[in-house]
């Protein structure tokens, strides 16, 4: 059973900075690509950012780039979400996702387990 635990959400003033983390219980870690989406209040969940299996890809959404990185630890089984420059936009909650077939898609259809998601508020 694949277990996904986000943690490291929480209260930030825009301009601030936080990391997300997810950690991951799957035999083979890094053998699937990652990714991180978010949903605001009223509001489709979105794609965020990717990485692929080995941690060489990543992809970003366009409204992220510059301002927040993914990255992977294979032998720690996690994945971060490096974010900087936070605005009041980018406050929703946040998902880890697992790809078990795909490598660094956009599309959550794709994607096949998800954590419980971290609350990420920022503040004008």
């Known amino acids: 059973q694949v277990q996904l635990v986000e943690s490291g959400g929480g209260l930030v003033q825009a301009g601030g900075s936080l990391r997300l983390a997810c950690a991951a219980s799957?035999?083979?870690?890094?053998?699937?690509?990652m990714g991180w989406f978010r949903q605001a209040p009223g509001k489709e969940r979105e794609f965020v950012a990717g990485?692929?299996?080995?941690?060489?890809?990543?992809d970003y959404a366009d409204s992220v780039k510059g301002r927040f990185t993914i990255s992977r630890d294979n032998a720690q089984n996690a994945v971060l979400l490096q974010m900087n420059s936070l605005k009041p936009e980018d406050t929703a909650v946040y998902y880890c996702?697992?790809?078990?077939?795909?490598?660094?898609?956009?599309?959550?259809?794709?994607?096949?387990?998800w954590g419980q998601g971290t609350q990420v508020t920022v503040s004008s």
């Open positions: 996702a697992l790809d078990l077939w795909g490598d660094n898609s956009r599309n959550e259809q794709e994607y096949d387990y």
């Open positions: 799957v035999r083979s870690f890094s053998w699937h690509a």
């Open positions: 990485i692929s299996r080995s941690g060489l890809g990543t």
